[in-house]
T-cell receptor
Framework: GAVVSQHPSRVICKSGTSVKIECRSL??????MFWYRQFPKKSLMLMAT?????????EQGVEKDKFLINHASLTLSTLTVTSAHPEDSSFYIC????????FGPGTRLTVL | EDQVTQSPEALRLQEGESSSLNCSYT??????LFWYRQDPGKGPEFLFT???AGEEKEKERLKATLTKKESFLHITAPKPEDSATYLC??????????FGPGTRLSVLP
């Protein structure tokens, strides 16, 4: 199957700083990627749809100024959590569609 | 509104005790139904795609089946390494899939 990578896998930052998470499709081009957030023992919560070359589409309740998404190429989307706070601590997962939807390994963000 | 539900929410099995997980869906259109496995702290791993009622797919101890209203993931003689959360998702011709809440499976040795 297709491979999606994420970097970093874990990040710890201080409150008020910004954190960038990268999502790459390694062996296929993805015009659309998705960003999810997952709380412990809960299912995936779609945050936004990232479209190459255009603005991301955010789900209701997701602050677009806080979670900046850039999809600059057909293989790379980035999620930047700006002015992070402890409540932003979570597991963030990206995905991309090839023949099906493939997920990255996730990024554990901890904001102190 | 399109919806996907899964049952049970959690399931505990003894090693070797076969069982089935259920995914029920109510959608305006079905392009495909997908099963994923997710281990703690990792992204979901693709297992199967089913496209039409009556279709079946198998992989090791797992078999997925599809009807017009639901899908089952049958686990035959499970092992502890099968412990994970199993997610079901539907492609309803939208831009994204509709995900179920998942079933947490624990297989005890």
């Amino acid at each position: 199957g297709a491979v999606v990578s994420q970097h970093p896998s874990r990040v710890i930052c201080k409150s008020g700083t910004s954190v960038k998470i990268e999502c790459r499709s390694l062996d296929f081009q993805a015009t659309t990627m998705f960003w999810y957030r997952q709380f412990p023992k809960k299912s995936l919560m779609l945050m936004a749809t990232s479209n190459e070359g255009s603005k991301a589409t955010y789900e209701q309740g997701v602050e677009k100024d806080k979670f900046l998404i850039n999809h600059a190429s057909l293989t790379l989307s980035t999620l930047t959590v700006t002015s992070a706070h402890p409540e932003d601590s979570s597991f963030y997962i990206c995905s991309a569609i090839s023949d099906t939807q493939y997920f990255g390994p996730g990024t554990r963000l901890t904001v102190l | 509104e399109d919806q996907v539900t899964q049952s049970p929410e959690a399931l505990r099995l003894q090693e070797g005790e076969s069982s089935s997980l259920n995914c029920s869906y109510t959608v305006s259109g079905l392009r495909g139904l997908f099963w994923y496995r997710q281990d703690p702290g990792k992204g979901p791993e693709f297992l199967f795609t089913l496209y039409s009622a009556g279709e079946e797919k198998e992989k090791e101890r797992l078999k997925a089946t599809l009807t017009k209203k639901e899908s089952f993931l049958h686990i035959t003689a499970p092992k502890p390494e099968d412990s994970a959360t199993y997610l079901c998702a539907v492609d309803n011709y939208g831009q994204n899939f509709v995900f179920g809440p998942g079933t947490r499976l624990s297989v005890l040795p």
